[in-house]
């Protein structure tokens, strides 16, 4: 299994280390992205930002993302999709820097703003002011929306 060998490969490595065996273990097991991710970023926790970029760049240019999305909705309602599910595993890795993961993600993927702020919120609601800031920063045309998704969280 490509996530156990990777995690056995890691110990302490740079961001750059990091995001180039990311890339390298996602090309061979594109399927496997958000385990991979999640790996990477459980073995190095500094480099989570650096790899939730990476995967979701991945994302952004997979054409079967969506198809991979919708089979996963299918089986499961509730799934909000890759974007959503990686910011979260990231954020898991790494709660310090689970703002600047939602809004780099958000900024490759602004389908997944809504979906990304409410997990966000949900997990961390002490950061949704700042997630909205930072959002805002980054994507300005989705500041009304991301704002209006974080404040029915806060009713």
Not at 63 to 83: K, M, N, W
Request: cysteine-free; charged content about 20%.
């Amino acid at each position: 299994d490509i996530v156990a060998t990777i995690s056995q490969i890691v110990t302490e490595p740079t961001a750059e280390f990091v995001t180039k065996m990311t890339s390298l273990a996602v090309a061979a097991a594109p399927d496997q992205r958000i385990d991979v991710a999640t790996a990477m970023a459980n073995a190095a926790p500094d480099a989570s930002l650096e790899v939730a970029t990476t995967i979701a760049a991945t994302i952004a240019n997979s054409p079967e993302d969506e198809l991979h999305t919708f089979l996963a909705q299918e089986s499961d309602a509730s799934y909000p999709g890759e974007g959503v599910e990686l910011v979260v595993n990231m954020a898991q890795a790494n709660p310090d820097r689970a703002v600047d993961i939602a809004a780099a993600v958000v900024e490759i993927l602004p389908q997944e703003a809504s979906n990304v702020a409410e997990s966000v919120v949900q997990t961390n609601p002490e950061q949704a002011e700042r997630l909205v800031k930072t959002i805002t920063e980054v994507v300005p045309e989705l500041a009304d929306e991301v704002a209006l998704v974080v404040a029915g969280l806060s009713d």
